[in-house]
């Protein structure tokens, strides 16, 4: 079959992308992957090719057949004018805070950030000039009273991913947009399958691709998505400061892309599965899952999610930190770490940093990310964990 350029569309169903999005057979000798191009160096034939520049590939930093096809795919998912690979999820945050900001101006960042960002803002970006300032990631409109002349871009993560609080990103964006500020948005929880931030009114889209995409727990990536009118800047920061994708690690995220449909049905059936489960369990405080209809923000979820992801998090009676311990050291299948989105579950104990709102819920706080372990299996665990904790109490 010819290559149809028609297959790169985004109106497409979204399974379809997946399958087909990004991969070129007919240039790869039949073979039906794109191969693992691995590369610095590009040849010119002639000094009239030189001076061209034209040919598709001029140096392996720009990007090769293999980081291509995983932008390409993310790019029909997300709705966007162009995507980016990046070397990791915090870094498709940087370049997407740095194409937009300059000395003097200012950034909002939502409370519910991913700490490592606050971390660059209130070090990297201060010492650049910039200034910082958190909001209440339930702000909604009221986000205009944040909005200075000097304010270029707001960082949003909706749900922030210990928490999970849903942000109103409609109405954040209608006030950015008539302020002139870049909206960017982390949409590593829901994946683009079951939300789609530029269509909800975003300007940049970003994702820890080592998360979802790669979903083997295996290698680190990065997704930066733009507008048409937010793209030059993008590249131009992404370029200027040298960061590139190996095909090695692109090669992963293709494949794990393939999967992604299927694999997110699976997550999000099971992880709220348990967290129905958990909310009647004695020693559970709450569970913080947008899916659930006690979630505060269950209304805004369903009005702009399609779905829901693998992770969540779960507040247990307050307890010392030792029954925290008899919780997470003894259980046989959940692991503790940081990370998730692969296939195997994680239980992590966490404590978020909040500057805005201080974090005062009473209790301890547990973020899971489920995965394919049998589901009453998983549900035995965690309710031999639940015992335990309670005797330590
Ligand atoms: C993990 C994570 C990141 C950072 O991704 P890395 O690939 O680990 O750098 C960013 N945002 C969210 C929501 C994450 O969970």
Same mark, same amino acid.
């Given at each position: 079959?010819?290559?149809?350029?028609?297959?790169?569309?985004?109106?497409?169903?979204?399974?379809?992308?997946?399958?087909?999005?990004?991969?070129?057979?007919?240039?790869?000798?039949?073979?039906?992957?794109?191969?693992?191009?691995?590369?610095?160096?590009?040849?010119?034939?002639?000094?009239?090719?030189?001076?061209?520049?034209?040919?598709?590939?001029?140096?392996?930093?720009?990007?090769?057949?293999?980081?291509?096809?995983?932008?390409?795919?993310?790019?029909?998912?997300?709705?966007?004018?162009?995507?980016?690979?990046?070397?990791?999820?915090?870094?498709?945050?940087?370049?997407?805070?740095?194409?937009?900001?300059?000395?003097?101006?200012?950034?909002?960042? %939502?409370?519910?950030?991913?700490?490592?960002?606050?971390?660059?803002?209130?070090?990297?970006?201060?010492?650049?000039?910039?200034?910082?300032?958190?909001?209440?990631?339930?702000?909604?409109?009221?986000?205009?009273?944040?909005?200075?002349?000097?304010?270029?871009?707001?960082?949003?993560?909706?749900?922030?991913?210990?928490?999970?609080?849903?942000?109103?990103?409609?109405?954040?964006?209608?006030?950015?947009?008539?302020?002139?500020?870049?909206?960017?948005?982390?949409?590593?929880?829901?994946?683009?399958?079951?939300?789609?931030?530029?269509?909800?009114?975003?300007?940049?889209?970003?994702?820890?691709?080592?998360?979802?995409?790669?979903?083997?727990?295996?290698?680190?990536?990065?997704?930066?998505?733009?507008?048409?009118?937010?793209?030059?800047?993008?590249?131009?920061?992404?370029?200027?400061?040298?960061?590139?994708?190996?095909?090695?690690?692109?090669?992963?995220?293709?494949?794990?892309?393939?999967?992604?449909?299927?694999?997110?049905?699976?997550?999000?059936?099971?992880?709220?599965?348990?967290?129905?489960?958990?909310?009647?369990?004695?020693?559970?405080?709450?569970?913080?899952?947008?899916?659930?209809?006690?979630?505060?923000?269950?209304?805004?979820?369903?009005?702009?999610?399609?779905?829901?992801?693998?992770?969540? %998090?779960?507040?247990?009676?307050?307890?010392?930190?030792?029954?925290?311990?008899?919780?997470?050291?003894?259980?046989?299948?959940?692991?503790?770490?940081?990370?998730?989105?692969?296939?195997?579950?994680?239980?992590?104990?966490?404590?978020?940093?909040?500057?805005?709102?201080?974090?005062?819920?009473?209790?301890?706080?547990?973020?899971?990310?489920?995965?394919?372990?049998?589901?009453?299996?998983?549900?035995?665990?965690?309710?031999?964990?639940?015992?335990?904790?309670?005797?330590?109490?």
């Amino acid at each position: 079959m010819n290559h149809d350029p028609s297959r790169d569309d985004s109106s497409q169903p979204v399974e379809t992308i997946l399958t087909h999005g990004g991969r070129h057979p007919e240039y790869q000798f039949g073979f039906v992957n794109t191969p693992v191009y691995r590369g610095s160096t590009v040849l010119f034939k002639t000094l009239a090719d030189l001076d061209a520049q034209s040919q598709p590939y001029l140096y392996g930093r720009a990007g090769n057949p293999t980081t291509e096809g995983v932008e390409a795919v993310i790019t029909q998912l997300e709705g966007a004018f162009r995507t980016r690979l990046v070397p990791s999820g915090l870094s498709a945050i940087t370049i997407a805070l740095l194409s937009c900001l300059s000395n003097g101006d200012e950034v909002l960042i %939502s409370d519910s950030a991913y700490d490592p960002a606050r971390k660059f803002a209130d070090g990297f970006l201060a010492r650049m000039g910039v200034s910082v300032r958190y909001f209440d990631p339930h702000i909604g409109e009221n986000i205009g009273e944040h909005i200075s002349s000097n304010t270029k871009a707001i960082l949003a993560e909706s749900p922030g991913s210990l928490t999970f609080e849903i942000q109103d990103i409609p109405a954040i964006s209608r006030v950015a947009k008539s302020a002139g500020v870049k909206l960017i948005v982390d949409n590593s929880w829901a994946s683009p399958l079951y939300c789609q931030p530029i269509k909800l009114g975003a300007d940049l889209v970003v994702h820890a691709g080592t998360k979802m995409f790669v979903g083997h727990s295996d290698a680190f990536a990065g997704t930066i998505s733009a507008t048409e009118s937010c793209w030059e800047n993008v590249e131009t920061t992404r370029a200027a400061l040298g960061f590139f994708t190996s095909g090695d690690d692109a090669f992963l995220v293709a494949r794990g892309l393939r999967t992604l449909s299927i694999r997110m049905k699976e997550h999000q059936q099971r992880a709220f599965e348990i967290a129905r489960w958990l909310e009647s369990q004695p020693e559970v405080e709450s569970v913080l899952h947008p899916a659930l209809p006690s979630h505060p923000d269950h209304a805004l979820w369903k009005r702009d999610f399609s779905g829901s992801g693998s992770l969540f %998090s779960m507040l247990l009676k307050t307890a010392p930190r030792a029954a925290v311990a008899a919780f997470v050291d003894n259980m046989r299948l959940f692991s503790m770490g940081y990370s998730w989105g692969g296939y195997e579950s994680l239980c992590l104990p966490t404590k978020p940093r909040r500057t805005v709102r201080p974090w005062d819920h009473a209790g301890n706080l547990f973020r899971l990310h489920i995965g394919f372990e049998d589901v009453e299996d998983l549900k035995a665990d965690l309710d031999a964990a639940l015992i335990r904790y309670g005797r330590a109490r």
